[in-house]
């Protein structure tokens, strides 16, 4: 399967148990008061055996063919602890996660489980939107003397703001589907009719403006 054909399918699979929502007619509020036609939640493939199944494996695939096999497999709060834990359970590989915020008790962990300073490892997220929560994680694992090979996510929305980040943050990434391959697919299978195109397209360019 080469990549146009992995991330159709993707798309296909994240339309089809319903993990990404297109509603133009019907815009969503994000907690960040932007306006959007899409809203995606990756959590709700985790309940879908053949589907989860078939994210974890080509995950995997991806990360063997960008980053080469690490040695330890990170996934950023909370979205992307499951298929993290999945993909290190897959590759053979420790696991663990980074928190949003240092915990407020106990040993005040920023990062749960064990790993060692050095440890070559790989990021798993479950998307990308603007890039801020995912590269938040990136310079703590740095701060904590893990070597990021890079980030890997089952979706990017593609905004040109989350790219500038990761560029400038020198952190490279790759994700098995992005907004416009979900958009192909989307059309393809009439799930959208053709004349909502421009509107959805629309948004991706200037997120933050669009409604408002």
Known sequence: MNNKDRALKIAELLLQVKAVKLQPDEPFTWASGWKSPIYC???ITLSHHTVRTHIRQNIVELIN???GKPELIVG???GAIAIGALVAQEMGL??????SAAKGHGRKNLIEGYYEKGQKAVVIEDLISTGGSSLKAVESLRASGIEVKGLAAIF?????ESQKRFSDAEC????LTDYTTLLEKALESKYIKKENLHLLR???REP???LN
Not at 156 to 160: I, M, N, R, V
Not at 172 to 175: I, L, R
């Open 65 to 67: 063919e960008k980053f």
């Open 41 to 43: 939640d990756n959590r």
């Open 156 to 160: 990017t929305y593609g905004f040109a």
């Open 76 to 78: 950023v709060a909370t």
């Open 208 to 210: 933050s403006k669009w």
């Open 172 to 175: 490279a990434y790759s994700t």
């Open 202 to 204: 629309e948004w991706s």
């Open 94 to 99: 420790p696991f663990v996660y980074v928190r």
